[in-house]
């Protein structure tokens, strides 16, 4: 159905009166994605308070679309005409009933680790901190250990309706106050958005000074996400993404055991066009390297997996001063750059 505006509307008005998902302490730190000014907020409808501005958005299901139009490749129509944006809300039953008996290839071997030591830093330095989490439609790898600290607040967000989503935004202009959340995390994110750099800015912006970032990016993998997937970082790329951040810790989140199973599923996948010979070969692709992910375990933390890595993590502060590119090539881990 494509109803078109009432009342001076750019879209149609939602019907349903549900209260906001979004915690209500955090409600306040919303703003304006196109000027930043603070929002008006009802039921259905987000209204930008500079009169110069005063962009309507959405709210659906209690779920606020605060996308700049301008800037992003997404629309407010696309939320309000619930088209498939980055997940397929309704995927077919014979790719559910593949999710379902494939064994997975994936193995995201420091993700728990490295969220339950992002716990206990955030806890160290707030007694309630705020969590921006992008991409967070669904719960991500070993974040279960900011869910069981309830002094934890999480805004979580994403381009796509989901069981967590509690806020529609677009990475490139967060619809939030600068300097209002003590972390952002994108774990599987940055490699999806057009313009990552643009991106981090934007993390950098809305963290107060010394707050926390937790990224993960895929380094070794395969196209996939449908048409939005837009770039991949080395190691050295991805700490340079990060310039004006210090540095907690990085390194290998996914290993090569990994790698290896996405380089075999993709050559295989090469073969053949029909979907349901895909479908075939991603299940016989499952059964028969599933378990070099296994590997990964005893790789990760070696020198030599650092080149071969399915994926990096980087968790780190954000900074006044930013890592140069001088610093970056000759100073930055030196023990890694042998050939
Ligand atoms: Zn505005």
């Known amino acids: 159905m494509n109803r078109r505006a009432t009342q001076g509307e750019p879209f149609p008005l939602p019907i349903d009166n549900r209260p906001l998902k979004l915690a209500p302490g ?19 409808v987000a209204v930008c308070q500079r009169a110069t501005c005063a962009t309507r958005y959405p709210i659906i299901e209690g779920v606020p679309v605060l996308i700049h139009e301008a800037n992003s490749i997404f629309t407010l129509a696309d939320f309000t005409e619930r088209r498939t944006t980055f997940f397929n809300l309704a995927p077919s039953w014979r790719s559910q ?14 993700s728990k680790a490295n969220y339950r030591r992002l716990t206990e830093l955030l806890l160290s330095d707030s007694p309630a901190p705020r969590v921006l989490v992008l991409g967070g439609s669904v719960l991500g790898v070993g974040m279960e250990a900011l869910l069981e600290r309830p002094a934890i607040a999480l805004i979580e967000s ?68 449908g048409r939005y997937d837009f770039v991949r ?10 310039r ?13 055991g990994m790698a290896l199973a996405w380089s075999y599923t993709y050559f295989l996948l090469s073969f053949v066009r029909a979907r349901w010979a895909r479908h075939a070969v991603r299940l016989f692709a499952s059964l028969t390297s599933f378990f070099w992910k296994y590997f990964d375990g005893f790789l990760v933390d070696r ?5 071969a890595a399915s994926g990096y993590f980087f968790l ?24």
């Open 26 to 44: 955090m409600q306040g730190l919303l703003r304006c994605p196109v000027c930043h000014a603070r929002l008006e907020l009802s039921p259905t």
């Open 97 to 110: 009933l593949l999710d379902r008996i494939s064994p997975s290839i994936n193995r995201n071997v420091k």
């Open 158 to 225: 994403d381009i796509s309706f989901g069981p967590r989503t509690a806020l529609i935004c677009d990475g490139h202009d967060i619809p939030l106050e600068d300097g209002s959340v003590d972390a952002v995390i994108a774990q599987a994110v940055l490699e999806h958005v057009v313009d990552p750099y643009r991106v981090v800015e934007e993390m950098h912006r809305v963290l107060r000074p010394g707050g926390l970032v937790y990224a993960e990016t895929p380094f070794m993998q395969q196209m996939h996400g």
């Open 233 to 242: 970082f080395s190691y050295w790329g991805h700490r340079r993404l990060f």
């Open 244 to 256: 004006r951040f210090a540095e907690v810790d990085s390194g290998v989140v996914c290993g090569p």
């Open 303 to 307: 020198p030599g997996a650092l080149k």
């Open 316 to 339: 780190g502060r954000r900074s006044d001063t930013i890592l140069s590119d001088h610093e970056l090539v000759r100073g930055y881990k030196p023990e890694l750059t042998e050939a």
